[in-house]
């Protein structure tokens, strides 16, 4: 069982990287592959996040970011994958005869974990739109402060937010994943077998790039990564 000294401070980082995704910071930390880095040196092992943030970060190469598109939080994805996979297998000893099970795993509750905290983001913004049309009005009568109390309260609503959702599912994704790579039927092998998913990772893209119209740049950056991936594993 994992402890609260493990899921806080990476709880702490998923907030944190949250309010870089929806507010107007934009360092670019938010990204998986910065994310699963550092969720990984919090863990103590940094170059296993470093691999689950990738995984995540090849899924949406190309992909933008613009308020009022349908785009899961990429941070919550990057953060959550990141730390089941460490905990996973650290729990384990670092077995490498499930470590790609685990990490099957660990990316199917990124995801999971992503478009589970867009849709929460969109109901709660929703109800606290009415909230934000009095800051407006107020602010139009002269009262300029409201504005700035609503920003400040944006950012911390963004922590709050980002917080609570991975102190939620991190708890519950590592115990699904512990009790299914512990079970007698459980997928063996490596996690070196997951470069047979890079292809189709690859062709997804390429479709998706097809569908938004985007730059070949990202065509291109994402055929280096992948090399990179293979080239020092």
């Known amino acids: ?91 384990l000893a670092g077995d490498v005869s499930v470590a790609a099970m685990t990490m099957i795993w660990a990316l199917f509750f990124g995801l999971s974990a992503g478009w589970f905290g867009y849709f929460l983001y969109r109901i709660l913004f929703f109800k606290l739109s009415g909230a934000a049309e009095f800051v407006v009005k107020k602010a139009m009568a002269g009262k300029l402060w409201y504005l700035s109390l609503l920003h400040i309260s944006m950012v911390v609503f963004h922590f709050l937010y980002g917080f609570v959702v991975l102190l939620a599912i991190l708890p519950v994704g590592y115990k699904v994943i512990l009790y299914f790579v512990s079970t007698s039927w459980r997928l063996t092998g490596s996690v070196d077998i997951l470069y047979i998913f890079l292809p189709f990772i690859g062709v997804g893209s390429l479709l998706r790039m097809q569908i938004l119209k985007s730059q070949g740049f990202w065509f291109i950056s994402g055929v280096l990564l992948s090399a990179v991936i293979l080239v020092f594993m």
């Not at 944190?16 to 863990?43: E, H, K, N, W, Y």
């Not at 940094?46 to 349908?70: C, D, S, W, Y």
Request: aromatic share 6%.
């Open 1 to 91: 069982m994992i402890g609260f000294d493990l899921i806080i401070p990476v709880s702490l980082l998923g907030g944190a990287l949250c309010v870089d995704f929806r507010t107007s910071l934009r360092l670019m930390l938010s990204q998986p592959i910065c994310g699963g880095l550092l969720t990984g040196i919090i863990l103590g092992e940094p170059f296993n996040g470093l691999l689950a943030g990738t995984l995540i970060q090849i899924m949406f190469l190309g992909n933008l970011f613009v308020r009022g598109t349908k785009t899961l939080d990429l941070p919550i994805a990057g953060v959550v994958s990141a730390a089941l996979f460490v905990l996973v297998d650290l729990n």
